[in-house]
Structure formats: structure tokens, C-alpha cells
């Protein structure tokens, strides 16, 4: 096999990783593959469109509505400014995060593997999993509220019937992945259009939501607490991981010009999906404020709007705008819950693969995850009910908030280095406007936590000495949290990536029997195969 490919250098599959350096790329024309043209055209972006309306899903899952709601209810457009900010944060994160993908053909956690000893690279599996599981619990829970506003159908019922979601899934992915890609944007298109309609029925004043959204403020301790949770709901550690991922199911030129090329599009392509995410959580904030705002509120309703949930969402816009509005409600959460469905099986079966090298069937993958999603949904629904399950959420926004720095300083380190991208490394702006805003997201996150915590013991109705004992378990706690994130910081990135061998001066001049100057990036077949199946065997590859 060594140097008997004509077409293909053969330390394009190396990894960098032992268990995949002879992992064979897909090299046969029958499978289904999203080839990016090596000419120069604006018409390429089309060809890079899809990973971000994946990724933009969770920016606009459950967990994000019920913390518009909140915003909009209590403090009608004053916050919307953070939405802005939060938008544009997200966007250059996630910029990295297929930049690295695409500069070195393997995806976040995969370099996890091969930088880090095996005790941290095991901590920081576990980590992700559980990340993936917080993100699915939203999902589960804002799916079984929206068949209960559909069809009231009881909640704990409609936690079971998320499971079917499986099905959904398989029979997709019988299609590829551009109909996947496809079916997930029309998902977020739909969730649009129905905020579009809710806001033609709640009618904001256009003067005020524009200056909510250019005019910072921050009027007490209740708004700082709800900006908290605007930011920290924004990126999401589990994001990073897929985002990274996904883009290796193109077929890239692997010229330098290429790779740019590449970096470029998919920048605009991820600016467009979150403009468009950005543009639903701005209407959901406008709707809820204007409704909860309405001189037309019976106390009943102005008492909802003081503790605003997904649940109590609907009856308030049945009661205020009609029941048109509470139905359009339902489809949107609908179709939120059912897109993280997607988005969230992937991550995972991305994290177990990376960090792991092991692949799961995608519907076992799926049904691993739900069931670990669904055990805590059905209980808590089952004895807390509505109120109970929309605590749920807040619980895991929690989690996914101490999760992220154990996937956002990687990325930040990867991506900030030579050794591993080459001459493709973030230049020092970029660098320092990353860890800005990286900083900002974590410290933020962190002191969210901490804030939490301290409120928790000081409203606790515990005996004294239990709370002095929890207070020293939790601060503990925190050091080792805050010693782990400093060991991620301050640790040297020593593995160079074996890609980029591909874009060095003397590489670029490589020739293969042919004389080409530009090399083609076969997309990993390791990566497609999650994707969507093999419908016709490979070719048995030359000798």
C-alpha cells in the first residue's frame, strides 16, 4: 500500500494517533460524498453550507427559550444587548472550532487523545459525556411540554415518547448527510417562522427593542443574574466537539489556498446559521416582553409572568394573544427539542470516538443517551410535574455551564498553536480577543456557580453544622475545579499535528506522479460513516 497510490500521498490518513494512522479515507466515487471544487468561486460557499444550522441548534434549544422567557418577562428588552454580544462570541468560537477541523483533519476530541496523558484525557471523556447528557435532558423535557401544549398529552407521557425520536433519526440517515443537513435547516427555519408570527400577534414597539439591543443596562441584582444566564447558555461545551467534527465531511482542496478558502466559508456559513438563531432568541425576549407587559393581564397571568417556564409560557399566550399563539408555541419547541435529537447524538458518538476509539451503532449511541436523559425527565416529572421538569432544565444549564471549560481552553490552546496548526494558527489579535472572550464566558460561568452555591447554603433550612460540612465539601470542590482548569491553561501543547505536513513550503511542491501542486482532502471516513451509511461496498484499495 505504501507508496503505491498514485493519487494520494499516504501520510494524509496519519492522525498523529497510532490507532488511526491506518485508518483508510474514503476513496471510492459511490459513496456519498460533499466535494468542494478546487476553483476559485463564491458558488463554493454552498458546498460548506450545513454544519452550522447544526451546530445553531443550541443556541436555540429548550433551555435557551425558557431563559428568553425569563428576560423578556422580567425585564422586558433591557437585555437584549446580551443576545447581541453573546451572538458574536459564539460565532468566533465556533470559528475555531472548524477551523480546526479543517486546518488539521482530526476534531477536538480526538487531539484531546493524543495531547494528554490517559488519567486527564479520561477525566476530561467522562466531562464530555456528561455534557452531552445535560444538553439532552432540555431536549427531553421542552419535547415532552410541547406535545403537552399540542395534543395534551401529560408531561411524564410525552418523556417517554421523546425515545421515538430514534426512529426518526435511523430513518434519516438513510438519506446522507446533505438531506440530514437539510431537514435540520428547515427545522431552524421553522422555529423562525413561528416567532415571526408570534411577533406579528404580541406587536413590540420596534423603538424599544432596538434600543434593548444597542443600549446596555443592567438594572439590579435580578438582571445581573438573568445577563449570567443569557451568556452562559450561549456556548455550549458539547458544541465545540460537534462543530469540529463536522466539517471533516468535506472533500477540501488541501492547498493552502484551500484550507483558507475553507476557514473562510465556513465562517460565513456559521455567521449566517447563528444570525439566524440570534434573530429567533431576539423575538422569543420581544414576545414574552410585550406579553408580559400588556395592560390587559389578569393577576393570574401577571403572576406567571413573575416565574416564567416553557409550561406556563402557553397558557399565558393562549390566555394574552390567543390560542393560535400558544399552538405556534408548541410547534417551535417541537421542532427545537426534535433538532437537538440530532445534533446531540452525534456530539456524543464524535466524543466517544475521539477520546475513546470506540463507535457505537448510532441508534445504540442514541438510545445510551436518552435513557440517561430520560431516567431523571420521567422521575422528576413524575413527582414534581410540570414545576419539577422545568427545575430540570435550569439544573442542567448548570452543568453545561461548569462543563465548558474543559472543552473551551483545548480549543483556545489548539488553535493558538503553531505546533498544531501551523502557519494557520490564530494570529495574535485573534488569539487575544478568543482568550477575552473565553476568559469572560468561564469566569462568568464560574461565578454563576459559585453565586449559586453560597445562595443554596445561606436559604437551606439545614441544621448548622450540615451546612458548615457542605460548605467545606463545595469549596474543596472548587479548588480542584479551579486547579483543573489551570492545569488545561498553563500546560504546554507538545503533539504536532502530522496534517500539516501537507502545508508546508516543501510539501506544497510534492508531486505524485502527476505533477499537482494542490491535494485533495478526502473526507474521514471514520467521520462520514456516522453520518450516513456505506449503500454500495468500497473498492478494495490498490495494492
Not at 395534551?152 to 426512529?167: E, K
Not at 393577576?299 to 399563539?325: H, I
Request: with cysteine.
Amino acid at each position: 500500500m505504501a507508496g503505491s497510490n498514485s493519487r494520494q500521498p499516504q501520510f494524509i490518513a496519519s492522525t498523529g494517533n497510532q490507532s488511526f494512522s491506518n485508518a483508510p479515507l474514503i476513496q471510492s466515487a459511490d459513496t456519498d460524498q460533499i466535494v468542494v471544487p478546487e476553483r476559485k468561486s463564491w458558488k463554493n460557499l454552498f458546498a460548506y453550507m450545513g454544519p452550522g444550522f447544526l451546530v445553531s441548534i443550541a443556541y436555540i434549544d429548550p433551555g435557551n427559550f425558557e431563559t428568553d422567557l425569563q428576560s423578556g418577562a422580567q425585564y422586558k428588552y433591557e437585555l437584549l444587548w446580551i443576545i447581541l454580544v453573546a451572538s458574536c462570541a459564539a460565532l468566533v468560537i465556533q470559528s475555531l472550532a472548524a477551523n480546526l477541523g479543517v486546518v488539521t483533519g482530526k476534531h477536538l476530541a480526538e487531539h484531546c487523545r493524543a495531547e494528554y496523558p490517559r488519567g486527564p484525557n479520561f477525566i476530561l471523556w467522562v466531562l464530555a459525556e456528561i455534557a452531552v447528557v445535560a444538553c439532552d435532558i432540555p431536549e427531553v423535557i421542552g419535547t415532552a411540554f410541547a406535545l403537552n401544549m399540542l395534543f395534551n398529552i401529560p408531561v411524564w407521557i410525552g418523556v417517554l415518547l421523546t425515545g421515538l425520536s430514534t426512529l426518526v433519526l435511523l430513518a434519516l440517515q438513510q438519506y446522507g448527510v446533505r438531506k440530514l443537513e437539510i431537514f435540520i435547516s428547515f427545522l431552524v427555519l421553522t422555529i423562525a417562522g413561528c416567532f415571526l408570527a408570534e411577533l406579528g400577534y404580541a406587536k413590540p414597539v420596534a423603538g424599544e427593542v432596538l434600543k434593548g439591543l444597542f443600549v446596555p443596562q443592567l438594572k439590579g441584582n435580578g438582571a445581573t443574574g438573568l445577563a449570567i444566564s443569557l451568556l452562559g447558555a450561549m456556548v455550549m461545551p458539547h458544541n465545540l466537539f460537534l462543530h469540529s467534527a463536522l466539517v471533516l465531511s468535506r472533500r477540501i482542496p488541501r492547498s493552502v489556498q484551500g484550507i483558507k478558502e475553507a476557514c473562510r466559508f465556513y465562517m460565513i456559513e456559521s455567521g449566517f446559521a447563528l444570525m439566524v438563531a440570534f434573530l429567533i432568541n431576539v423575538s422569543i425576549i420581544s414576545v414574552s416582553g410585550a406579553v408580559c407587559n400588556s395592560s390587559n393581564m389578569n393577576p393570574e397571568d401577571q403572576a406567571s409572568c413573575e416565574d416564567l417556564d416553557l409550561n406556563k409560557a402557553s397558557f399565558l399566550l393562549r390566555n394574552v394573544l390567543g390560542s393560535w399563539s400558544s399552538k405556534l408555541f408548541g410547534i417551535a419547541l417541537l421542532a427545537s427539542g426534535q433538532s437537538s435529537t440530532i445534533t446531540g447524538t452525534y456530539a456524543g458518538q464524535y466524543v466517544m470516538q475521539g477520546f475513546l476509539d470506540l463507535r457505537l451503532k448510532p441508534w445504540l449511541r442514541n438510545f445510551l443517551t436518552r435513557c440517561l436523559a430520560i431516567v431523571p425527565s420521567l422521575i422528576v416529572a413524575i413527582i414534581g410535574g410540570s414545576a419539577g421538569a422545568g427545575k430540570l432544565i435550569i439544573i442542567a444549564s448548570m452543568i453545561l455551564s461548569f462543563e465548558l471549560p474543559f472543552a473551551l481552553i483545548p480549543l483556545l490552546k489548539f488553535t493558538s498553536s503553531e505546533t498544531k496548526m501551523g502557519e494557520h494558527a490564530n494570529s495574535t489579535a485573534v488569539s487575544a480577543i478568543a482568550w477575552i472572550i473565553g476568559s469572560l464566558i468561564m469566569g462568568i460561568n464560574i461565578y454563576y456557580l459559585v453565586t449559586s452555591f453560597i445562595h443554596f447554603l445561606l436559604q437551606s433550612h439545614w441544621k448548622r453544622i450540615a451546612v458548615v460540612f457542605l460548605g467545606i465539601f463545595g469549596f474543596v470542590g472548587v479548588a480542584i475545579y479551579l486547579a483543573a482548569v489551570a492545569y488545561l491553561v498553563f500546560r504546554p501543547n507538545k503533539k504536532a499535528t502530522h496534517l500539516l505536513a501537507l502545508t508546508t513550503p516543501d510539501s506544497r511542491h510534492m508531486v505524485n506522479g502527476s505533477g499537482r501542486t494542490s491535494v485533495d482532502c478526502l473526507p474521514r471516513e471514520d467521520i462520514v460513516s456516522m453520518q450516513l451509511p456505506q449503500r454500495r461496498e468500497q473498492t478494495e484499495d490498490m495494492d
